[in-house]
């Protein structure tokens, strides 16, 4: 997939305005300024995304696509039998391909149900997996992870996957509170295969956050020309910097806006002027990182029972598989 092609679907807004503008004014309205990593992923951002997990410092999608790929056989030689396969934030399903199959080898057809918030990126995923293996069903799901009720209308026994480390953007408490979620969807023998990104050398962390091309300072501040287009706003995103940093303490990279300058920004549809004071930041993404004890813990308190872990050679990603 090219991240080209992501931008020329044109879409209607896949969250209702009025949400984002609860989320937004909520946001701003904050000390610190914060705003829900989920308002990345417009059009735009899902395509910048696109290009991020192609760059030469953002390790965690090829370190987690080689997993998947060495493992593909022994991973679907642990699924029930004729399992339907639900994704949470499935993109554009690039990675699902090599589990979908090696699923192929072991069942004839597979009904497939992406959740994702972009519209754009579903419809790829859709056009994609449906070229390249007839054999799988795809049911798009437009919606976020409080969409849920959808994994109760596929077939038992059920693979929910939750795969390249979008469980990072929670907090610890959120995370453990959405595998609850989920588990109650689901029935006794249905199961979960995770992916989470591990802690390792924190200039590695850091530099696949703040890539040389600047392809992840364009997707930060994507947000804000978000906000203009969808909520009349009038940030101007050369007068915020893009910051990333390792916050030790709390085991995660944090993404924020920060203002050059002291200044004040009118957003139209909310009828608001938001005041920044000169390097005020707004707080854009967490991108948590876990040891393999902690993720242990977190599908346990999930309501999972741990299977089994695939890791890479350098133990920097993590797939880990859990059952009901
Ligand atoms: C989509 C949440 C997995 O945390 O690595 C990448 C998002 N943000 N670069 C991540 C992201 C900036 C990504 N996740």
Same mark, same amino acid.
């Given at each position: 997939i090219r991240p080209e092609q992501l931008k020329r679907v044109p879409v209607p807004a896949s969250i209702p305005v009025s949400e984002i503008a609860g989320d937004v004014l909520e946001g701003l309205s904050r000390t610190p300024k914060s705003l829900p990593?989920?308002?990345?992923?417009d059009a735009e951002g899902s395509a910048l995304f696109e290009q991020i997990t192609c760059?030469?410092?953002?390790y965690p999608t090829r370190t987690e696509a080689a997993i998947l790929m060495t493992h593909a056989d022994e991973i679907c030689s642990r699924l029930g039998k004729n399992v339907s396969v639900g994704e949470l934030? &499935?993109?554009?399903?690039t990675k699902t391909r090599i589990l979908l199959r090696s699923l192929l080898r072991r069942q004839f057809s597979v009904n497939y149900f992406p959740l994702d918030v972009s519209d754009a990126a579903l419809k790829l995923a859709k056009d994609e997996v449906e070229k390249e293996l007839q054999a799988v069903n795809v049911h798009p799901q437009i919606g976020?992870?409080?969409?849920?009720?959808f994994l109760e209308l596929q077939a038992r026994p059920r693979l929910v996957l939750y795969i390249g480390?979008?469980?990072?953007?929670?907090?610890h408490v959120d995370a453990i509170t959405l595998l609850q979620n989920v588990a109650q969807h689901l029935s006794s023998g249905d199961q979960l295969l995770l992916g989470v990104d591990l802690v390792k050398d924190s200039g590695v962390m850091q530099a696949a956050y703040n890539d040389s091309a600047g392809i992840t300072a364009s997707f930060n501040k994507n947000l804000l020309i978000r906000i203009n287009r969808e909520l009349g706003g009038h940030f101007e995103?050369? &007068?915020?910097y893009h910051v990333s940093f390792w916050n030790e303490a709390a085991s995660r990279i944090e993404l924020h806006l920060e203002s050059a300058r002291s200044q004040s920004v009118r957003v139209d549809a909310l009828d608001t002027t938001i005041r920044f004071g000169q390097g005020e930041r707004i707080h854009t993404e967490n991108s948590y990182k876990y040891t393999l004890e902690r993720l242990g813990d977190l599908l346990q308190h999930g309501g999972f029972q741990l299977e089994h872990t695939w890791t890479d050679p350098h133990c920097w990603f993590a797939v880990s598989l859990g059952v009901i």
């Open positions: 990593p989920k308002l990345l992923y760059l030469p410092e953002y934030g &499935a993109g554009t399903a976020d992870f409080e969409d849920l009720a480390s979008s469980i990072g953007n929670l907090e995103p050369e &007068a915020f």
